[in-house]
């Protein structure tokens, strides 16, 4: 071969002799062919390793050479091959990584075409289960795109990161140019020597391909102390570029990326593993990250790393249950004079965990942590010990019976066993128990399908429960804990209790097959249910439930709907209701309702739900979305009336008549006007416009309604009805009676949600961020926890996400913070409202009829304008302040008086522009209109230009 373009160091060692001829197969395998493979030796390579290399360089003399410097290192072994490589560009792998078939053909040509002196793209590393592997997270913004920076600080997570250690090639004239070396005095030089180069060389171009996989999974207990001493030198390399902003950001990242990912191994190591590494944490943690960067992490994983800088082994092993399962009280609080709350071992403001939000959840509503800490099995007894935590604010009743019980229930929870604590010893911080059982006698399973069953307590005090789960470390029980079982249907089903930790860190037991007659029933079973005529009659009765699931699909009830149920008769004063595709009884539709119900029309209402029937109405027929009653109903109505749209795919019967309410004025572009609706293919826009079509009367509010909605949607003149919204017709009463007779006292609703008279409301309710189709619960760009501190005694903070998304709150002081995302109507929730904050929502277009104050929160309102498109500038129309910061937020808070004044001309102005319509008798009109022929002779409102 002619020099070759890329020369792959690989260094044979860990993994023996498969890793490394996995990694030579993917080095000799490259569609790139002027590739070479260096294969350096450790001084005291086994015989097979060094028989394999050899093999392979007899295999391929001119692509593969053996290196044998005479060293152990692996840094040294390293800067050998770097020494001997002769291609233009250099890889070194650890053996057992393997290049994806492409990998060097796309680092070439990425340093060919830009001259790059360094090339990386993405690797994917062991999740330590089985084969699954994975990439880091935050490789994802690094490699979104391939593109070519002149400096390291062009894309810092390069050295912020430990982005260089594996998946990256060096041009051998900049190594040589540099004298960039590994540090043969360091166990981890990997880490280092990725950003070392990145820092000296001069261009770098990087690829969105993946590079390297089979990446060992991380261990940082195994050599913490070199790990730390190399993220010391990649600071001082940051250190030296006056990169002191980077330092800190490479601070944080080691450790969300080392110390934490620690911190949560410790239930799963032996007791001795887990003091080595606490003793050795101890001695080489301090003073490695400042404390002002520790403090930037979440509570309970600053804790962790606190505890594991102090060496406290069963401090971390604690923190790392709380880790594991969030929300679990696992240590001892303890709640200063100034309400601050603290981690055991405070004050210190490292383990402040008040925003965790403990301290404001009763006894009965806590996770508490209950630790096993003994398990000992004497044949059919048991006996067992732990201590439940209990937190310094809260516990059972002092003057109450302390009883407690353990649970043993099986998996499916269809049946539990009890017994009784023997013995429970209270104290300041816990309650510490024992007890001993004959397991024999208490659990009696069936044996073939009640296998696995799970541990936990209950403690009562004759007014409260707590139910906690038995937490264990892995190497608490093993297989000299067993027990005699005795099966309901024998031991041939079963014959013994092996106890042991779920992954969850939960004791649980699980029924065994030790002995002959249980193993050979076991078999016996197993063959009868695997021999042949047993796989065909499974495989018939899958074919039976593919069938049957077929039945309940949708495009099999979609053709059925087609096809026969649109051939049946219409059913006179029918009429479907569908609020936000049954998520709610509200909005518009509902108010519809009312006022046909309230006017005694003799009509036949259905109301759809999505899941739960809570909070419908019960005197009407419900049906399930997407159910063949559903499809039955909407086939023979003689109405259709809905805020969103019935499916698409539903065509609309002949003869029947939709009323779409609509759901919102329209900020953001809508319909047609939408980037991603005009991306699409012909055939789903004309299905969009089939839909569309079907509407026989469109709501409209405004005149900005006609020029928005109406034109995105293609919608003709004849369907738009200019009545406003029936929803609001509320808003417009309670407006009415603030003026008639003030705002006090407040609405019913304001007493069932707890609302306190003296206390002002605030309502946040931000827009849909996501995409149609997805449905997830969001973290909200407002911090719920901050406003409470900062305003809990003078407001009260509603939060309505948008009902295709569900608010993640953090636990605040009660009263302070109320999710009311599950309201059905939200126009009740507008009416006790008594400020708005919101970004893009369409709720300020309805809130503003109230004439209370509205301030926008709209952190990303230029990034917003841009992805989704505006038919205004929000800015410009604003009712409100618009704010980008919490801060800002906050401060209009506090001047609140100051600001509705500054405003109230643009929240006039506003309400006039975008509910012109809005009268207060929408109901009324629409009832009047659509379903003129079921009332008596009375006025209609008419449609087209002679509605307005």
């Known amino acids: 071969m002619s020099t070759p373009d890329v020369s792959c160091v690989i260094t044979a060692g860990e993994g023996g002799e498969d890793a490394l001829a996995a990694s030579l197969e993917s080095v000799l395998d490259q569609s790139l062919r002027a590739v070479e493979a260096l294969v350096v030796l450790p001084a005291g390579a086994p015989a097979g390793l060094r028989t394999a290399a050899g093999s392979a360089a007899v295999r391929s003399p001119d692509r593969v050479r053996v290196l044998d410097p005479g060293t152990d290192g692996v840094a040294s072994l390293r800067n050998a091959g770097l020494d001997a490589a002769l291609g233009t560009y250099v890889l070194v792998l650890d053996a057992g990584e393997r290049l994806q078939r492409h990998a060097c053909r796309n680092l070439w040509e990425a340093g060919t075409r830009t001259r790059a002196d360094l090339v990386a793209g993405r690797w994917s590393r062991s999740t330590g289960e089985g084969s699954k592997e994975r990439e880091p997270s935050w490789q994802q913004p690094l490699f979104a795109r391939s593109r070519t920076v002149a400096r390291f600080t062009e894309a810092p997570e390069l050295a912020v990161r430990d982005a260089l250690v594996t998946g990256f090639c060096v041009r051998r004239a900049a190594l040589e140019r540099h004298a960039l070396r590994y540090d043969e005095d360091l166990t981890h030089s990997e880490v280092?020597?990725?950003?070392?180069?990145?820092?000296?060389?001069?261009?770098?171009?990087?690829?969105?391909?993946?590079?390297?996989?089979?990446?060992?999974?991380?261990?940082?207990?195994?050599?913490?102390?070199?790990?730390?001493?190399?993220?010391?030198r990649v600071c001082h390399v940051l250190a030296a570029q006056g990169l002191a902003e980077l330092r800190e950001e490479r601070d944080k990242s080691f450790l969300l990326d080392h110390l934490v990912p620690l911190v949560r191994t410790f239930p799963e190591r032996p007791v001795a593993a887990r003091e080595r590494v606490a003793a050795t944490a101890a001695r080489v943690l301090p003073d490695v990250v400042p404390e002002r960067v520790l403090l930037t992490l979440p509570p309970v994983e600053r804790v962790g790393v606190r505890l594991l800088e102090r060496g406290d082994a069963d401090g971390v092993l604690t923190a790392a249950y709380a880790l594991r399962r969030r929300g679990v009280v696992a240590a001892p609080l303890s709640v200063q004079d100034d309400g601050r709350v603290y981690w055991q071992g405070g004050p210190d403001p490292v383990l402040d965990v008040t925003e965790l939000g403990h301290q404001y959840r009763p006894f009965d509503e806590l996770t508490l942590m209950n630790r096993v800490t003994r398990y000992e099995a004497h044949g059919s007894r048991v006996l067992l010990a732990g201590r439940l935590v209990l937190p310094s604010h809260t516990g059972p009743a002092p003057d109450g019976r302390l009883t407690a019980r353990l649970e043993f229930r099986v998996r499916d929870g269809s049946r539990a066993f009890h017994a009784p604590v023997d013995s429970l010893r209270p104290d300041a911080t816990g309650i510490s128990w024992s007890t001993g059982l004959d397991v024999t006698r208490l659990l009696r399973p069936f044996?073939?399908?009640?296998?696995?069953?799970?541990?936990?307590?209950?403690?009562?005090?004759?007014?409260?429960?707590?139910?906690?789960?038995?937490?264990?470390?892995?190497?608490?029980?093993?297989?000299?804990?067993?027990?005699?079982?005795?099966?309901?249907?024998?031991?041939?089903?079963?014959?013994?209790?092996?106890?042991?930790?779920?992954?969850?860190?939960?004791?649980?037991?699980?029924?065994?097959?030790?002995?002959?007659?249980?193993?050979?029933?076991?078999?016996?079973?197993?063959?009868?249910?695997?021999?042949?005529?047993?796989?065909?009659?499974r495989l018939a009765l899958r074919a039976l439930g593919r069938r049957r699931d077929r039945l309940h699909a949708r495009g099999f009830k979609v053709a059925v709907y087609r096809s026969w149920l649109l051939r049946l008769p219409k059913r006179r004063g029918s009429v479907v209701f569908e609020s936000h595709m049954g998520t709610c009884y509200g909005d518009s539709p509902r108010a519809v309702h009312e006022e046909v119900r309230a006017r005694g029309l003799r009509l036949r209402p259905v109301w759809v739900h999505a899941d739960s029937t809570e909070g419908f109405p019960t005197d009407v027929r419900l049906v399930r979305r997407w159910s063949w009653r559903y499809l039955w109903a909407l086939a023979r109505a003689e109405y259709w009336v809905d805020n969103q749209g019935f499916p698409q795919n539903l065509d609309k019967p002949s003869g029947t008549t939709y009323l779409q309410t609509w759901h919102g004025s329209a900020y953001k572009r809508m319909g047609f006007d939408e980037t991603r609706v005009r991306l699409q293919n012909t055939p789903q826009r004309e299905r969009l416009q089939q839909a569309v079509h079907r509407f026989d009367h469109f709501l409209v509010r405004s005149e900005h309604d006609e020029r928005t909605l109406a034109r995105a949607y293609r919608l003709p003149e004849r369907t738009l009805l200019r009545t406003g919204y029936?929803?609001?017709?509320?808003?417009?009463?309670?407006?009415?009676?603030?003026?008639?007779?003030?705002?006090?006292?407040?609405?019913?609703?304001?007493?069932?949600?707890?609302?306190?008279?003296?206390?002002?409301?605030?309502?946040?309710?931000?827009?849909?961020?996501?995409?149609?189709?997805?449905?997830?619960?969001?973290?909200?760009?407002?911090?719920?926890?901050?406003?409470?501190?900062?305003?809990?005694?003078?407001?009260?903070?509603?939060?309505?996400?948008?009902?295709?998304?569900?608010?993640?709150?953090?636990?605040?002081?009660?009263?302070?913070?109320?999710?009311?995302?599950?309201?059905?109507?939200?126009?009740?929730?507008?009416?006790?409202?008594?400020?708005?904050?919101?970004?893009?929502?369409?709720?300020?277009?309805?809130?503003?009829?109230?004439?209370?104050?509205?301030?926008?929160?709209?952190?990303?309102?230029?990034?917003?304008?841009?992805?989704?498109g505006s038919y205004f500038d929000l800015r410009e129309k604003a009712p409100g302040p618009v704010t980008a910061t919490e801060e800002e937020l906050f401060a209009v808070l506090a001047r609140l008086k100051t600001a509705e004044t500054e405003f109230q001309e643009r929240r006039t102005a506003f309400a006039e522009e975008f509910g012109a319509y809005d009268r207060g008798d929408a109901a009324r009109a629409v009832v009047d209109t659509v379903f003129a022929r079921h009332l008596a002779p009375s006025r209609t409102v008419p449609t087209g230009e002679a509605g307005r």
């Open 447 to 537: 044996g073939p399908r009640d296998t696995v069953w799970d541990a936990r307590m209950v403690v009562e005090d004759g007014r409260t429960r707590s139910v906690s789960d038995l937490f264990a470390a892995h190497d608490l029980v093993g297989p000299g804990e067993r027990s005699p079982a005795r099966p309901r249907l024998g031991r041939t089903t079963g014959d013994t209790w092996q106890p042991y930790v779920t992954l969850r860190d939960h004791l649980a037991l699980r029924l065994e097959a030790r002995h002959r007659p249980a193993r050979t029933a076991r078999g016996l079973v197993h063959y009868a249910t695997h021999f042949r005529p047993a796989r065909r009659v």
């Open 726 to 868: 029936p929803r609001n017709d509320v808003l417009l009463a309670a407006r009415a009676r603030d003026e008639a007779e003030g705002r006090l006292p407040r609405p019913a609703l304001a007493a069932e949600l707890g609302l306190p008279d003296h206390r002002k409301v605030v309502l946040y309710a931000p827009t849909f961020r996501g995409r149609p189709g997805t449905r997830k619960r969001q973290r909200l760009l407002l911090d719920a926890a901050r406003f409470a501190e900062r305003f809990g005694d003078t407001y009260t903070l509603l939060v309505r996400a948008h009902y295709l998304e569900a608010a993640s709150l953090p636990a605040c002081p009660p009263g302070t913070v109320v999710d009311v995302s599950r309201h059905h109507d939200v126009s009740e929730i507008l009416a006790l409202t008594d400020v708005l904050v919101t970004d893009y929502s369409s709720i300020m277009f309805d809130y503003a009829l109230l004439d209370r104050p509205i301030v926008l929160f709209a952190p990303d309102l230029d990034a917003y304008a841009a992805e989704r």
């Open 192 to 232: 280092l020597f990725g950003p070392l180069v990145a820092a000296v060389v001069g261009r770098i171009a990087l690829v969105r391909r993946r590079i390297v996989s089979g990446r060992a999974a991380p261990d940082a207990g195994r050599d913490l102390a070199g790990l730390v001493e190399a993220h010391r």
